[in-house]
């Protein structure tokens, strides 16, 4: 992270074709802030995730004005949880806090979620919907990703983008290096000491999301592929299934044909090999697939990010 002296909150804002929704976004949280803090003691990190409209314009014309507008540009787009990550990297805050940038989460609401952060003593807020304004594909993923979210990491936590997060924190999650990021699963990796608090949601003010349905369940089957072994364990479950019923099925094959004509010589046999090895074969691609998937958890160092512009100082 950065090693500048701590100020007292960043927000950062992962952007994605969202040039007509920035500068009200900015307007408001710096209204919020600026009533709230000291003009040195905050800072918003907006980070481009190489999105193809003029955000990228309108960024450099925010921080041109501003001294506490911080703006960074990626060479590509990585997608929202590496952008993130990249503005964990850069941002001074004693307290994080991730917005997206479509207004559909309210700038007003920052102090909620930081007030509930340093007050009940949590590592990690989420501010939770009282109502979803998503569409119908989009609600259907997003429950998708919190459905596995507490299969695998066994918390009943609601996850949203809207999140406030202790440096200490942030601090152990950018020490991961894997490029294939999940933010929350990362977060849940190292506390369970998570609250939330409930939030308005908007429509969004423009455009579309850059989540499909298609991405979203992307991103629930990431939840599994790299936070947990439960697919691989269900493999090894499902061989040694498959090897009780081939050796059950053989059993009952070989009194058959002691007991009776079977018209193909040789046909007991050929069932029994059949389903006995079918069945060892998906017991030891489970258990081989255990250790490749360890390895894979520890060993996947393509880059995080990649920096084209920034980030801009304070000040």
Request: with cysteine.
């Amino acid at each position: 992270m950065s090693l500048a002296p701590p100020i007292e909150v960043s927000v950062i804002v992962p952007v994605y074709r969202s040039q007509n929704t920035l500068r009200e976004l900015w307007t408001r949280l710096e209204a919020t802030l600026s009533a709230r803090y000291a003009a040195d003691a905050w800072e918003v990190v907006f980070v481009d995730d190489e999105s193809p409209d003029d955000s990228w314009q309108v960024l450099e014309q925010l921080a041109a004005a501003a001294p506490q507008a911080r703006i960074i540009q990626l060479m590509r787009n990585f997608g929202q949880h590496n952008a993130l990550m990249c503005g964990f990297h850069h941002a001074d805050g004693r307290v994080l806090v991730t917005i997206d940038d479509d207004l559909q989460h309210e700038p007003e609401c920052v102090p909620r979620l930081v007030d509930t952060l340093l007050e009940d003593g949590h590592d990690l807020v989420y501010g939770v919907y009282e109502v979803k304004r998503h569409a119908g594909g989009r609600n259907l993923g997003s429950a998708l990703v919190n459905g596995f979210y507490r299969v695998v990491f066994r918390m009943p936590v609601s996850v949203t983008s809207f999140r406030a997060v202790r440096r200490e924190l942030i601090e152990a999650v950018v020490r991961y290096d894997l490029n294939f990021t999940y933010i929350d699963g990362l977060l849940a990796w190292n506390t369970r000491r998570i609250g939330m608090v409930e939030v308005p949601h908007h429509a969004r003010a423009g455009g579309r999301s850059g989540y499909s349905l298609s991405k979203l369940v992307g991103l629930a089957m990431n939840v599994f592929t790299n936070f947990s072994l439960l697919p691989l364990q269900a493999v090894s479950i499902l061989g040694l299934l498959a090897a009780a019923v081939g050796l059950s099925l053989g059993v009952w094959y070989l009194l058959w044909a002691l007991l009776s004509e079977i018209a193909v010589p040789g046909y007991a046999s050929i069932i029994v090999a059949v389903l006995v090895l079918g069945g060892i074969q998906l017991l030891s691609l489970g258990i081989v697939g255990e250790y490749l998937g360890r390895l894979h958890l520890n060993v996947n160092r393509k880059p995080q990010f990649t920096v084209r512009t920034g980030p801009t100082r304070r000040g």
